[in-house]
């Protein structure tokens, strides 16, 4: 019914820039929420950065100033713009989405995620 589309991701020289987008398609009412969340090999997933309907952000405090978190006019997709990018930045990154949909409410679901791999 509803699905993430998440593209961008790549082989970047560290201090180099990516530019993430998700696109949600399907029987969408509205989006109350989208995230991007990143998980490296033997470490937790982790919050990178979300977006609220309203067009608050919220990110981590270690990517504060390097990466910045911004939606389309239709609040459909996501994107995560990414500056100086370093080698620990490496991992996949992984679109989450809460969003109300016709006829079925309330749906909480992640994309497939995109690799990104930051070289020294």
């Known amino acids: 019914q509803v699905q993430l589309v998440e593209s961008g991701g790549g082989l970047v020289q560290a201090g180099g820039s990516l530019r993430l987008s998700c696109a949600a398609s399907?029987?969408?009412?509205?989006?109350?929420?989208m995230d991007w969340y990143r998980q490296a090999p033997g470490k937790q997933r982790e919050l990178v950065a979300g977006?609220?309907?309203?067009?608050?952000?919220n990110y981590a405090d270690s990517l504060k100033g390097r990466f910045t978190i911004s939606r389309d006019v239709a609040k459909t997709t996501v994107y995560l713009q990414m500056n100086s990018l370093k080698p620990e930045d490496t991992g996949v990154y992984y679109c989450?989405?809460?969003?109300?949909?016709?006829?079925?409410?309330?749906?909480?679901?992640w994309g497939q995620g995109t690799l990104v791999t930051v070289s020294s």
């Open positions: 989450y989405a809460e969003i109300t949909t016709y006829g079925r409410g309330l749906l909480k679901i």
């Open positions: 399907g029987s969408i009412f509205s989006v109350n929420v």
């Open positions: 977006i609220t309907s309203g067009g608050s952000t």
